[in-house]
Structures are given as C-alpha cells and as structure tokens.
C-alpha cells in the first residue's frame, strides 16, 4: 500500500496514514478498546469527507463544519459510539444511521463490516456524502434521503441503530425497529446541555443507561 502510494507520487496519501496513525493510537489513549474500530478509523481518509480549506485539520479531535449549519463529529465520539453500538455482538451486523451528514460515520460503520443504511433529511447534504463515500471506494451503503424519525419499516429490524443528531428523547418508531438484543445509541438534549444514552432492547425489555456529555445538532422534523 505504501509503496504503490509512493510510486504514484502520492505523498498526501502516505502523509494521511500516518496522521491517522496518530490519531488512533490517541483513541486507544483516550479509552477506545475495540479492534475493529480502531482499524476502521485507521482505514477511513477522513480528509476526504471534509471541505479541502479544513481537511489540514482533518485528523484533529474536533468537529468541523460540513455545510448548511451541520457538522462532522470529532473522531473521539464516532469512535465511542461505534464502540458502543457494536459492544457484546461478534458480527456487527444490520445497522441504521440517523443523520449521514457527510457520511463519515457511514464510512467508519462499513469499514467494520456493518451493513449499512443511513438517512438523512437535507437532499444537499446527503448529495455530498454520497460523493464522500464514492471517493473514498464505500460504496455500499444504503443512503435515504427521508425524516430519520420514521426509520425504515420496511428493513426492520436492525441490529444498531445510531442518531448522529440530539433528540429531545427517542423517537418510539426507532425503539420498535431494534431487534431484540439489538443497542441504540443516540444524544438526548437540547443545545444547551445533552448526553448519550444506551438502548439495549432485552428480552425483559429496554434497558436505559446514561453515558457521557456530547454536543450534536438538533434532530429536526422533516426533509428538505
Ligand atoms: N454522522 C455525521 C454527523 C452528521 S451531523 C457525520 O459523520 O458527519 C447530523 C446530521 O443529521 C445533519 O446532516 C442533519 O441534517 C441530520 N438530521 C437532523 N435531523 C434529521 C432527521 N430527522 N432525519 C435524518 N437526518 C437528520
């Protein structure tokens, strides 16, 4: 892989693996522990799901600014999240995504073998993220352009189910479309103050556990 990259002349190439590199080796500093996130986030360029004036910063830990008032998580929480969604599950199986955003997390969630479906309720957005992703060689995603809230009825029930926007609590259809044993992890607040929260659907029902501060948009009603 390096040596291909270097007969190409590409030196961004080489130069991006190794602050990738980095930037894992920070993660695993930071408390992630689970292998295949970490090589996940090792294989996705997150600087090609970035405006090309912000992609030096790329692989800092921060979010960024994706377009029309939306933002890329930080690579600490879409490490976290993942880590969390995929918890106590070998395969990581049928997931849905709330929020495609740029389609980092989309990346990231292919990356470890996860089937993936994503929504997103902005058309422009959702343009852009498929263009991400075809840059990056995922292309097998199933990306919707539609109101997250709904879910997808139809493809129900999924393993995981993660919401990449702060809701003011969990959207009922979502919680009906996990399979038993099945995690959703999602913020819950306003813009003020908001948290993860844990979802695991249990044959004795819901079990509801509270993780740590975050600071998502709002999960908004609608499509665009
Ligand atoms: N996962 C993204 C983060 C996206 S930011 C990433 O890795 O970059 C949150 C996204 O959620 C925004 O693009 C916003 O438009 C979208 N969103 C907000 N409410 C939504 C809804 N009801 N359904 C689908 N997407 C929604």
């Known amino acids: 892989m390096a040596q291909s ?30 292998e295949r996130v970490l090589a996940a986030m090792f294989e996705v360029p ?16 921060v979010s960024l600014p994706i377009g029309q008032g939306q933002t890329i998580s930080q690579p600490l929480t879409v490490a976290r999240m993942t880590e969390k ?3 106590g599950r070998a395969m990581p199986g049928k997931i849905l995504e709330i929020g495609t955003g740029c389609g980092y997390q989309t990346a990231v969630l292919l990356k470890t073998g996860a089937q993936v479906f994503s929504i997103e309720r902005l058309a422009g957005i959702l343009d ?18 539609g109101d997250g809230h709904l879910g997808l009825p139809d493809i129900a029930p999924f393993d995981g ?15 009906e479309q996990l399979a038993e044993g099945g995690r959703l992890i999602l913020p819950v607040g306003d813009q003020q103050e908001q948290h993860l929260w ?5 044959t004795e029902g ?4 509270k993780l740590e501060a975050a600071k998502f948009v709002p999960l908004l009603p609608g499509k665009q």
């Open 5 to 34: 990259l270097v007969a190409a002349g590409n030196n961004y190439g080489m130069l991006s693996e190794r602050t990738r590199m980095r930037m894992v080796e920070r993660l695993r500093q930071q408390g992630i522990a689970d």
């Open 46 to 61: 997150r600087h090609l799901f970035i405006d090309q004036a912000l992609a030096t910063r790329a692989y800092d830990d």
């Open 85 to 87: 969604l995929l918890e």
């Open 128 to 145: 852009k993220a498929r263009q991400n992703l075809r840059n990056a060689k995922l292309v097998h995603a199933r990306l919707v352009h």
């Open 161 to 175: 189910i993660i919401i990449t926007a702060a809701a003011r609590q969990v959207p009922t259809p979502l919680l």
């Open 198 to 202: 844990l979802y695991e659907k249990t």
């Open 206 to 209: 819901i079990r509801k556990t």
